[in-house]
C-alpha cells in the first residue's frame, strides 16, 4: 500500500513539475554505435524504459545518437512494456527539430504492433541528431524500442 502512494505522490508531483516548468530534455542514448568507416546501411537501436528512467508529459528523450553525414532511412518503434501510470497515452518518434518527423501518436498500452515511418522518411543530417521519444504523459512502468535504418552519405 505504502509503494501505491508513493507512486501516486511521484505521479502529482511529475505532473505539477511538468505543468510548471519547460519540456524537459533527456540523454538516454546507450544503444547501437555507428562503426568508423562504415559504408553500408546499419540498423541503430535504442530502448527507454520508464521504470529505470521516469519522464514528465512532452519530454525530448534521447534514444539513438545519428553521427553527421549520415541518411535516416526509417524508424521503428513499439512499446514493449506497456506504460500504466496515467492510462492510454500515446507516444511519437522524430528528431530534435521535429518531435513527431517518423511517426505519429502511437498508444503506449499497445504492445503488439510496431509504429513504422513512411518509406520516403530518407533524411539527410549534415550534423550530428538524435531520435527521440516523446511521451503524452507522464511515464513510469513501460518500455519503448527503437531502431533506426541508417546509411552514409559520402
Do not use: H
Not at 547501437?32 to 527507454?48: D, H, R, S
Not at 508529459?57 to 535516416?72: C, E, F, R, W
Amino acid at each position: 500500500m505504502k509503494t501505491k502512494k508513493l507512486i501516486g505522490l511521484f505521479v502529482v508531483v511529475a505532473l505539477v513539475c511538468g505543468s510548471v516548468f519547460a519540456t524537459d530534455t533527456n540523454d538516454f542514448t546507450s544503444g547501437t554505435a555507428v562503426p568508423a568507416g562504415l559504408g553500408t546501411p546499419v540498423i541503430l537501436k535504442g530502448t527507454l524504459n520508464y521504470s529505470v528512467n521516469p519522464v514528465t508529459a512532452s519530454s525530448v528523450n534521447k534514444v539513438i545518437a545519428i553521427p553527421a553525414g549520415y541518411i535516416v532511412q526509417a524508424v521503428a518503434a513499439k512499446m514493449t512494456t506497456k506504460e500504466s501510470t496515467l492510462g492510454a497515452g500515446t507516444f511519437t518518434t522524430g528528431d530534435i527539430d521535429a518531435p513527431t518527423r517518423y511517426t505519429t501518436a502511437a498508444l503506449m498500452t499497445n504492445t503488439t504492433t510496431l509504429t513504422v515511418s513512411a518509406i520516403s522518411s530518407n533524411k539527410l543530417y549534415s550534423s550530428a541528431e538524435y531520435i527521440v521519444v516523446v511521451p503524452s504523459t507522464v511515464c513510469a512502468t513501460g518500455t519503448v524500442e527503437v531502431q533506426a535504418s541508417v546509411i552514409p552519405f559520402k
